[in-house]
Each structure stands twice: as structure tokens, then as C-alpha cells.
T-cell receptor, first 115, second 113 residues
Framework: DAGITQSPRHKVTETGTPVTLRCHQTENHRYMYWYRQDPGHGLRLIHYSYGVKDTDKGEVSDGYSVSRSKTEDFLLTLESATSSQTSVYFC??????????????FGSGTQLSVL | GDSVTQMEGPVTLSEEAFLTINCTYTATGYPSLFWYVQYPGEGLQLLLKATKADDKGSNKGFEATYRKETTSFHLEKGSVQVSDSAVYFCALRRGSTLGRLYFGRGTQLTVWP
């Protein structure tokens, strides 16, 4: 299994509070992604990174920010959590975004509840 | 925009039954297509992929053929097992994007002994 650790695994927070989720990898992969999973929607990309300090928005980036100061860590921040951000958040990593070695490795997920 | 449509679940089968999960897509150009599987309490895992028309991806007895003429990538398995019970996601990546996948909604499969 790819070495991906998400923390925390579960979190309950209140509306309006900031929340930071962490993804840590030991594979030295260049590409990292944050997805959210909601019933009826599958997985949707929030933000992704293609290198240290290089990030870009996905399809549902409003209300989220990210940072990547080291290859191994990719942080997702909800600046002011809302109930619509209650979801399961998955981090994924990839050695190559295309070609034969194209493959996303997913972490075990973080269940976030915003009350 | 790019999108993936999967058949609605849940799908319930008896062991050794034949499985088909339909997937169609909308995308410009020539996307790469994927099937990912999610077992209970875990993250997704790549099951198989195909990168060009008429390619067949296969793994663990599962197969899917990239059909450009019908914009489809249906997942099949000839004889399912209880251990195949999981959620299956079809996904696409448009050629120029950096590993950004568009996922379908997922199809829950339950196999009974």
C-alpha cells in the first residue's frame, strides 16, 4: 500500500470555525490531490498540487485553500466551515499524471462534520 | 463539460453471477478512462484503465473496453465473488489535464453467497 496518512480521521466542528486537514505521504510523489466524496456526487476535485508551492483549483474549490511547503505534506484548509462542507475528504497522490504509471493512490479519508 | 454517467445502484447478485456496470462519458478529445473500486472503510483503488479507443483494461477478472463510438466503458466480470462487494467508480481524465479525474457517482455492488 502507498504510504499516505490523513489526519485527523474524524472531526466534528462548528459552523464558522477554521479547519485544517493534513495529508502526509512517504512515496515522494510529485502530484497530490484533495477530493471530497458526497452521496450522489461521487468524488469531486477540490485542489491539487504539481509540486512544492505549486497548486491549482479543482471543480469545487470555493471555501477551500491549500498549501504545500514540502513534498510530503499537502494541507487543506476550510477558512470558515459551513454545513455544506460536511463530507468525506480524500487525499490522493500520483507519481505520474499520464502514461503507463498513471495511477492515483488514495488515503483512507477524513470524515468531517460541520454542525 | 466533462462528465461520467454510471448506472444507478445498488446492484445485488448471487455468487458466480455475471456482472455488468454501465458507464458512459462526455468529453472533448480522447480521454483516458478508469475504473476505481472502494471497499468499505477504505480509499479508492485503481481497478483497471484504458487510454485509447478499443483498448481493453483488465484486472482480477474484471474487464472494460474503451468504445469511442458509443462513448462507453462498461465494467464486466464473468463470475463475481462475495469479496467483490464494494462501490465501483468510473472516471475519466481529459488528455491535457494533470491527473485530474472526473468521477461518476459510484455503483454499490453486493454479492451474496
Amino acid at each position: 500500500d502507498a504510504g499516505i496518512t490523513q489526519s485527523p480521521r474524524h472531526k466534528v466542528t462548528e459552523t464558522g470555525t477554521p479547519v485544517t486537514l493534513r495529508c502526509h505521504q512517504t512515496e515522494n510523489h510529485r502530484y497530490m490531490y484533495w477530493y471530497r466524496q458526497d452521496p450522489g456526487h461521487g468524488l469531486r476535485l477540490i485542489h491539487y498540487s504539481y509540486g512544492v508551492k505549486d497548486t491549482d483549483k479543482g471543480e469545487v474549490s470555493d471555501g477551500y485553500s491549500v498549501s504545500r511547503s514540502k513534498t510530503e505534506d499537502f494541507l487543506l484548509t476550510l477558512e470558515s466551515a459551513t454545513s455544506s462542507q460536511t463530507s468525506v475528504y480524500f487525499c490522493a497522490i500520483s507519481e505520474s499524471p499520464t502514461g503507463e504509471r498513471e495511477k492515483l493512490f488514495f488515503g483512507s479519508g477524513t470524515q468531517l462534520s460541520v454542525l | 463539460g466533462d462528465s461520467v454517467t454510471q448506472m444507478e445502484g445498488p446492484v445485488t447478485l448471487s455468487e458466480e453471477a455475471f456482472l455488468t456496470i454501465n458507464c458512459t462519458y462526455t468529453a472533448t478529445g480522447y480521454p483516458s478512462l478508469f475504473w476505481y473500486v472502494q471497499y468499505p472503510g477504505e480509499g479508492l483503488q485503481l481497478l483497471l484503465k484504458a487510454t485509447k479507443a478499443d483498448d481493453k483494461g483488465s484486472n482480477k477478472g474484471f474487464e472494460a473496453t474503451y468504445r469511442k463510438e458509443t462513448t462507453s466503458f462498461h465494467l464486466e466480470k464473468g463470475s463475481v465473488q462475495v469479496s467483490d462487494s464494494a462501490v465501483y467508480f468510473c472516471a475519466l481524465r481529459r488528455g491535457s489535464t494533470l491527473g485530474r479525474l472526473y468521477f461518476g457517482r459510484g455503483t454499490q455492488l453486493t454479492v451474496w453467497p
